[in-house]
């Protein structure tokens, strides 16, 4: 993990021993270490009080990981202009998702840092590529450091009851030059065409209005909330307009009431609301970490809404040192967006450059993908599924692994094959042959793209085949392999010979091969 090897170097490079880290931090040095060796994640709460104690920015930190990450990679598949090849192959990679994300819309929320930090540069660089690429955005920031700064400024203390601000009307007035200033540099920013830059012909007009409508939260926990309020209706109808005549909306966390008041309305709500709305494609939220870790500190990559309920409701009951105040805010507006119809929500690190389009044009990801339902499924393959076939197993055959089949041979028995898809792109694949006089069948061409190997998606397709075959009153299946003898052993499969095929099978057995049979009663 590139950010506890940062956190290692600059507590060296002030002379720092792990003991007296610990100490100034509060933390065991057990957990210090692990989180240097990257062995257990890192909340938003112990990061700045890291840095505090280390006397740098969560910036710096990330700045620093990015650069050792990108050090560590330099014999891995890093993009350079002295690897035209690579280049080459990378976009042409990059072209499914072009297709796929021409003329949709995404949501994009981003805090006030972002805008503080002197990040928002590099962000008007990714929106500028997402537009020209057709992409339908709609921005909502944030609003909190710079309120906070003009508070402090007025010497005016800030509230909060249950994680929400009370705006009285003095407050109020610091929200909304806030939110001016933000969005009078927000457009400056969108608006630039240097040349020899990535803005370079750039031509982004922005839209903004009252598009949001809100209500008064009233009372919460005892304590009057007054301008503090929550949205009650988007005209998605009046964004809509803006986005089909090629504008970029951008909305600022505020709300209007029909009797003319303002209200102070968080981030998350408004862009939440505006994504169920709009039916958008993609809500997106770029926030201090990641993304979702789970309770060893490992990154989710994806997620269904139902094991985000569950994940919260876990850190309910018991301390999660893993779940993060950024995951509290917005994990909970990542469920409701899935449950209201939004395909899928992304929480990503702002700290990383690129990370839109990191997230979006890669098929790993960067951070954390909330979806309603599983990316994986399995079905009984089509035609259309046979380029996908074959991209999969023909270096599977080349090593010998596979028996070699051609395309024609793969139409003429793509009834017999079923796929295992990650996110529309084929993963896995198996086929059963059945032999009915005998009650039995054969799994033949079981394969699991290297990328996703590791995670039991084997077994669960050898499951899926053997139901299936349950199902067609198979009684025994059987397979010839020459590599994976001991795969199927662990999985009940006994070693028999030649004889215990089916007649049929046996007229076609290859001696020259030599694959070894195995069976097992289902």
């Known amino acids: 993990m590139p950010l506890g090897e940062a956190l290692r170097k600059r507590r060296k490079a002030l002379g720092l021993t792990l003991q007296e880290l610990a100490k100034r931090v509060d933390a065991d040095t057990g957990n210090l270490s692990r989180?240097?060796?990257?062995?257990?994640?890192?909340?938003?709460?112990m990061l700045r009080r890291l840095c505090a104690a280390l006397d740098?920015?969560?910036?710096?930190?990330?700045?620093?990981?990015?650069?050792a990450a990108g050090t560590s990679q330099q014999s891995g598949p890093r993009l350079s202009l002295l690897q035209p090849q690579e280049f080459v192959s990378w976009f042409?990679?990059?072209?499914?998702?072009?297709?796929?994300?021409?003329?949709?819309?995404?949501?994009?929320?981003?805090g006030g840092e972002v805008v503080d930090d002197g990040q928002f540069v590099a962000l008007a660089h990714d929106l500028n590529l997402l537009a020209s690429l057709e992409v339908r955005l709609v921005l909502v920031h944030g609003a909190r450091p710079q309120i906070e700064s003009r508070l402090k400024r007025a010497r005016i203390d800030s509230r909060f009851a249950g994680g929400l601000r009370v705006t009285d009307k003095t407050t109020m007035e610091a929200v909304k030059e806030a939110n001016g200033a933000i969005r009078v540099e927000i457009e400056a920013l969108l608006s630039m065409g240097l040349v020899n830059s990535p803005m370079a012909g750039s031509d982004i007009r922005v839209a903004s209005?009252?598009?949001?409508?809100?209500?008064?939260?009233?009372?919460?926990?005892?304590?009057?909330?007054?301008?503090?309020?929550?949205?009650?209706?988007?005209?998605?109808?009046?964004?809509?307009?803006r986005l089909d005549d090629g504008e970029l909306v951008l909305l600022s966390p505020l709300g209007y009431s029909p009797t003319g008041e303002t209200f102070n309305l968080t981030l998350e709500d408004v862009a939440t609301s505006t994504a169920i709305a709009l039916d958008a494609d993609k809500l997106i939220f770029l926030m201090d970490t990641p993304g979702v870790h789970n309770v060893r500190g490992e990154l989710l990559r994806e997620m269904t809404a139902e094991k985000a309920r569950n994940l919260l409701r876990h850190a309910q009951h018991k301390e999660a040192v893993n779940i993060t105040e950024d995951v509290r805010y917005y994990l909970p507006s990542a469920i409701r967006a899935c449950d209201h119809g939004v395909a899928r929500t992304h929480l990503i690190c702002r700290h990383?450059?690129?990370?839109?389009?990191?997230?979006?044009?890669?098929?790993?990801?960067?951070?954390?993908?909330?979806?309603?339902?599983?990316?994986?499924?399995?079905?009984?393959?089509?035609?259309?599924?046979?380029g996908g076939l074959l991209q999969l197993i023909e270096p599977l055959e080349a090593e010998g692994i596979l028996v070699k089949r051609g395309r024609e041979r793969l139409e003429m028995e793509i009834g017999h094959f079923f796929v295992m898809e990650h996110d529309s792109r084929i993963i896995g694949c198996a086929a059963l042959y059945p032999f009915q006089n005998e009650k039995q069948a054969e799994l033949a061409c079981m394969a699991v793209h290297p990328t996703f190997?590791?995670?039991?998606?084997?077994?669960?397709?050898?499951?899926?085949l053997e139901e299936e075959a349950k199902r067609r009153g198979i009684r025994s299946l059987?397979?010839?392999?020459?590599?994976?003898?001991?795969?199927?052993?662990?999985?009940?499969?006994?070693?028999?010979?030649?004889?215990?095929?089916?007649?049929?099978?046996?007229?076609?057995?290859?001696?020259?091969?030599?694959?070894k049979v195995f069976v097992k009663t289902i």
């Not at 989180?35 to 709460?45: D, P, V």
């Not at 839109?356 to 035609?383: C, K, N, Y």
């Not at 095929?501 to 007229?507: F, I, R, S, T, V």
């Open 453 to 464: 190997r590791g995670g039991g998606r084997g077994e669960r397709l050898l499951h899926y």
């Open 209 to 241: 209005g009252n598009f949001v409508t809100a209500r008064p939260v009233g009372v919460h926990e005892g304590v009057d909330l007054q301008h503090t309020g929550e949205v009650r209706k988007i005209d998605a109808a009046g964004i809509q307009k």
């Open 478 to 515: 059987f397979v010839l392999t020459t590599r994976t003898a001991h795969w199927f052993v662990e999985r009940g499969y006994v070693e028999a010979d030649v004889g215990a095929l089916p007649p049929a099978k046996q007229q076609l057995y290859n001696y020259q091969r030599r694959s």
């Open 56 to 67: 740098c920015s969560p910036a710096y930190l990330y700045a620093h990981a990015e650069a």
């Open 352 to 386: 990383t450059d690129g990370a839109i389009l990191q997230e979006l044009f890669t098929h790993e990801g960067i951070g954390t993908m909330v979806t309603e339902m599983p990316l994986e499924s399995m079905r009984q393959a089509d035609i259309g599924d046979v």
């Open 92 to 110: 042409r990679s990059v072209a499914p998702y072009i297709h796929a994300f021409g003329g949709r819309t995404f949501v994009i929320a981003f």
């Open 35 to 45: 989180i240097e060796r990257g062995a257990q994640g890192l909340s938003e709460a």
